[in-house]
């Protein structure tokens, strides 16, 4: 998850759709698309929490409507994405991965790179996002904040797209990876189909984009510190207004009761 979420930029066409699963590397390879490519790009992870309320609303109507078979729900969705990623040069993350479908007709140029993973680790992985994720206290925590208010109603989102696409709840198995996989094979043309590791560094990701090798280190960026980082900072403020929220009703009661004196 990057520090900060990026901001689109006039003009800018989405050239890569990152359709690999959350906790596979997106972090270290949004930053690397964002040097290669030299633009902003759509990590969903951070734009949802860091972003304006209305990037996880959209969000989070759009995964609410992906189950329908209607045309009109699902040309709904395809009007949002344009909207959510206009001014992006690239997208990753969830829960863009798990709109390849539709992001592969609307950006027909477009590559879909999947990051990748050992499916093992990986669902250990996604196991400690999903409690971390869940506390219970977290709603209220985070009401007084505009964006993160919005979070458990997206976490559910996210839920109901999961079951939907991999007939999974929570805890997700290696069924949910290997289900991806064999359902990118199957919608995306293999021309237009790379796997990568970022284990494996520039080399393959500027062959298959057609990108010089930047004379700069590929980011190793961490995602489960990233998350880590950015709870608790957001619990740390969530309590702060909640702080300033009690102390000014407290306030404002002495004062009431001092008139009436």
């Known amino acids: 998850m990057a520090s900060k979420a990026s901001v689109p930029l006039k003009g800018a066409k989405l050239r890569v759709i990152g359709a690999g699963l959350p906790r596979t590397g997106t972090t270290s390879f949004t930053e690397a698309l964002r040097t290669i490519l030299n633009g902003p790009v759509y990590h969903g992870g951070t734009q949802v929490t860091q972003g304006p309320p209305e990037d996880i609303l959209s969000w989070t ?6 189950p329908s078979a209607d045309k009109k729900d699902r040309d709904a969705i395809k009007a949002m994405l344009r909207e959510r990623l206009d001014g992006f ?3 990753t993350d969830s829960p863009m991965c798990g709109f390849f479908p539709e992001l592969v007709e609307l950006y027909p140029d477009a590559m ?4 990748t993973r050992d499916p ?3 669902t250990k ?6 409690s971390a994720a869940t506390m219970w206290f977290l709603g209220a925590v985070l009401l007084p904040l505009p964006t993160m208010r919005h979070f458990a109603g997206y976490i559910n989102g996210l839920r109901v797209q999961y079951r939907h696409l991999y007939d999974e709840g929570e805890p997700l198995t290696e069924k949910t990876y290997h289900h991806h996989i064999e359902w990118l094979k199957r919608v995306v043309p293999p021309e237009r189909l790379v796997f990568f590791d970022v284990k494996d560094g520039w080399d393959p990701l500027c062959k298959a984009l057609g990108e010089p090798v930047p004379d700069v280190p590929f980011p190793k960026l961490n995602d489960g510190e990233a998350i880590q980082r950015l709870s608790e ?4 403020e969530g309590l702060r207004r909640w702080a300033v929220i009690i102390g000014g009703f407290a306030l404002a009661v002495v004062a009431g009761w001092w008139v009436k004196r």
């Open 61 to 66: 109507k759009m995964m609410h409507l992906q």
């Open 89 to 91: 040069v690239a997208c």
């Open 112 to 115: 879909v790179v999947v990051t």
């Open 120 to 122: 093992t680790s990986w």
């Open 125 to 130: 992985s996604m196991h400690t996002v999903a």
């Open 233 to 236: 900072r957001m619990v740390l």
